[in-house]
């Protein structure tokens, strides 16, 4: 069985910084995608930052020069540094991940429970 277990989440005054986790436990493969998801109350799930086996890396343009996403050499583990936080940050984040052992073969997919995010003063 597979667990992303996710932490780092709570509440933070705007401007200063968090640092989300993500850990995937009984779980020994690298994850293909990793992506950090968010979603604000009453909005629709966003995509925030995504990274891919290699490096590559994406992140929505209102996020951009202010958070950092990485994840560790066995791709089970991901962070997300938050700094400048503002207000419309606020949300429950998500950590998600994908794995297929072949090109060919469909992925499977794995969800976090999500963790609260407030900004406020």
């Known amino acids: 069985q597979v667990q992303l277990v996710e932490s780092g989440g709570g509440l933070v005054q705007p401007g200063g910084s968090l640092r989300l986790s993500c850990a995937a436990s009984?779980?020994?493969?690298?994850?293909?995608?990793m992506v950090w998801y968010r979603q604000a109350r009453g909005d629709q799930r966003e995509l925030v930052a995504s990274i891919t086996s290699g490096g590559p890396t994406y992140y929505v343009d209102s996020v951009k020069g202010r958070f950092t996403i990485s994840r560790d050499n066995a791709g089970n583990t991901m962070y997300l540094q938050m700094n400048s936080l503002k207000p419309e940050d606020t949300a429950v984040y998500f950590c998600?991940?994908?794995?297929?052992?072949?090109?060919?073969?469909?992925?499977?997919?794995?969800w976090g429970q999500g963790t609260q995010v407030t900004v406020s003063s």
């Open positions: 998600y991940a994908k794995f297929r052992r072949y090109s060919y073969s469909p992925y499977q997919t794995f």
């Open positions: 009984g779980w020994s493969f690298s994850f293909n995608v």
